[in-house]
């Protein structure tokens, strides 16, 4: 029953700002690295923002940095992906995935060290 669910992309001209969303259901307490990744054609799935559920700590890929902000509502058990100032190439399909932490100690920025995702959201941002 481990689930999760994306929402909210869509079209924005540059500039503009969309709030994704990742509904998780049945996560298993050692499942501390909740991700977004995204993916545009044609080239390999990047790894964009990371929280730890438990401190709420949080990792960002320097080209949005600054820009896009990751954050939790644990009561609704859903993760965020603020994402202002966007840029024509921040177009892709975005994507959550969860995972457990690498020997206890940092979450992987790898995708393929994840099984858990969602389907994914489509943004795209024109110029």
């Known amino acids: 029953q481990v689930q999760l669910v994306e929402s909210g992309g869509g079209s924005v001209q540059a500039g503009g700002s969309l709030r994704l969303s990742c509904a998780a259901s049945g996560l298993p307490y050692s499942t501390n690295c909740v991700l977004w990744f995204r993916q545009a054609p044609g080239k390999e799935r990047e790894w964009v923002a990371r929280?730890?559920?438990?401190?709420?700590?949080?990792n960002y890929a320097n080209s949005v940095k600054g820009r896009f902000t990751i954050s939790q509502d644990s009561a609704k058990s859903t993760f965020y992906l603020q994402m202002n100032s966007l840029k024509p190439e921040d177009t892709a399909m975005y994507y959550c995935?969860?995972?457990?932490?690498?020997?206890?100690?940092?979450?992987?920025?790898?995708?393929?060290?994840?099984?858990?995702w969602g389907q994914g959201t489509q943004v795209t941002v024109s110029s």
């Open positions: 929280i730890l559920r438990g401190s709420g700590s949080t």
């Open positions: 995935a969860a995972g457990e932490l690498v020997s206890g100690a940092y979450c992987s920025g790898d995708p393929a060290s994840y099984k858990l």
